[in-house]
């Protein structure tokens, strides 16, 4: 007789198993544990390093070294594109590196790239991005402007999609950070506005967006506006007037 579980059932049973906190294997035969040594003085035989062996990588001082050998921001892009310890890169269609006018005042750093945003290449362009165009034109500021103090650049933390949308990780969000200092330093905006959690957590070191928007912060030599991220904003149509709020404090910072 066939089994009605297919693959996408399969699946979706061990994801639920893992959010559970099944993350063991049964084994075919059961363990007797008293016939373990489990003496807290038992010798353990500890390896010694090898002289030949190659040094532990560290992600993160690979991309700091990386990044700054960019001088523009075409080769940042492409130094980015090379970098290879981020595994996110492996399921993204598309690296997601920008969108808007390189002399805008305001830069908009985003969490990371969704599914119509990996697939186009460009950040916001989804229905979140729709209502971020609509935020920002309420205070006269569009991404496609040319004049620069008339216009927005975007960016992301993260480049690449994670899967399933999930949250971006603090492993990943460290690695990458260089890149998005490198990447900020290059656009020297007079305002960086922190859009969502994940935003707050590479830029200020801190979550909470409902505390910490609402006014702007100065970390980093930055001048940083943390605001509610528009996919939020859609789920929860009553914090639109607190983003409105940040709009006005952000035109009254622009002048």
Known sequence: ??????????????????????NENILDAPIDRFALDTSPYKTVKRETTNPGMAPKIDPV???QKMSQNASSLDELRSIIGAFE?????QGARNLVFSDGNPKASVMIVGEAPGREEDQRGKPFVGRAGQMLDKMFSAISLDRGAQDATKSIYITN????????????????IAMMFPFLQKHISMINPSVVIAMGNIACQALLSEKGISKLRG???HRHNLDILPMYHPAYLLRNPSAKKHAWADLLTLKKKLG
């Open 1 to 22: 007789m066939e089994s009605d579980v297919n693959w996408h059932n399969a699946r979706a049973l061990l994801e639920w198993q893992l959010e559970m906190g099944v």
């Open 61 to 63: 001082a690979i991309a």
């Open 85 to 89: 310890y981020c595994e996110l890169k």
């Open 157 to 172: 933390v993260l480049p690449w999609r994670p899967p399933q949308n999930r949250d971006p990780d603090l492993e990943e």
């Open 215 to 217: 006014r702007i912060l």
